[in-house]
């Protein structure tokens, strides 16, 4: 079950960062052309190349946890034994828990309120809320792969997952 939840959120964070390095390049590449040539600029370029890399930077955090490349401090597993690195181990992943639990309670939060507020954005005249529901989305995302980690830690499957996502 969440090999299939790990699965189907891969695929949803590659076609959202392909989506979105594909807008934030071409109306960057567009703005330079209607800038420099046509000496016309596209008022809503910025804010959609900066709604693109907040997003890509929320859907990196979920895949930052699914191929382990967060920050961590690895000097403590060389001087713990397996035993003390193991219960590490869990509690990281717990802690991480914790935090994606915190990014949906907050980030859902942050939506309703600011959706009931009605804020448009300056240029396109978007709600806002709906940038902000990046947050408890990614938050869901980490949540998943932070129990699919925990899961694996139970199953003594670390080794065998790390090898799946190198191979991968």
């Given at each position: 079950?969440?090999?299939?939840?790990?699965?189907?959120?891969?695929?949803?964070?590659?076609?959202?960062?392909?989506?979105?390095?594909?807008?934030?390049?071409?109306?960057?590449?567009?703005?330079?052309?209607?800038?420099?040539?046509?000496?016309?600029?596209?008022?809503?370029?910025?804010?959609?190349?900066?709604?693109?890399?907040?997003?890509?930077?929320?859907?990196?955090?979920?895949?930052?946890?699914?191929?382990?490349?967060?920050?961590?401090?690895?000097?403590?597993?060389?001087?713990?034994?397996?035993?003390?690195?193991?219960?590490?181990?869990?509690?990281?992943?717990?802690?991480?828990?914790?935090?994606?639990?915190?990014?949906?309670?907050?980030?859902?939060?942050?939506?309703?309120?600011?959706?009931?507020?009605?804020?448009?954005?300056?240029?396109?005249?978007?709600?806002?809320?709906y940038v902000y529901l990046i947050i408890p989305i990614s938050g869901v995302?980490?949540?998943?792969?932070?129990?699919?980690?925990?899961?694996?830690?139970?199953?003594?499957?670390?080794?065998?997952?790390?090898?799946?996502?190198?191979?991968?």
């Amino acid at each position: 079950m969440i090999g299939a939840i790990n699965r189907c959120i891969d695929w949803i964070e590659n076609v959202a960062m392909t989506g979105l390095m594909l807008i934030a390049t071409v109306v960057a590449i567009i703005q330079v052309i209607a800038r420099y040539i046509f000496s016309n600029s596209l008022y809503w370029s910025e804010e959609i190349i900066l709604y693109s890399l907040i997003t890509m930077s929320f859907v990196t955090a979920s895949m930052g946890v699914r191929y382990g490349v967060h920050i961590s401090v690895e000097v403590l597993q060389a001087f713990l034994g397996p035993k003390l690195s193991r219960i590490f181990k869990y509690l990281s992943t717990l802690l991480g828990m914790v935090f994606a639990v915190t990014l949906i309670y907050y980030g859902w939060r942050l939506f309703i309120n600011t959706n009931n507020m009605g804020q448009l954005s300056p240029a396109m005249q978007i709600p806002v809320a709906y940038v902000y529901l990046i947050i408890p989305i990614s938050g869901v995302f980490m949540l998943f792969r932070y129990i699919g980690l925990f899961q694996a830690l139970l199953l003594d499957k670390e080794e065998k997952q790390k090898q799946e996502i190198i191979m991968t």
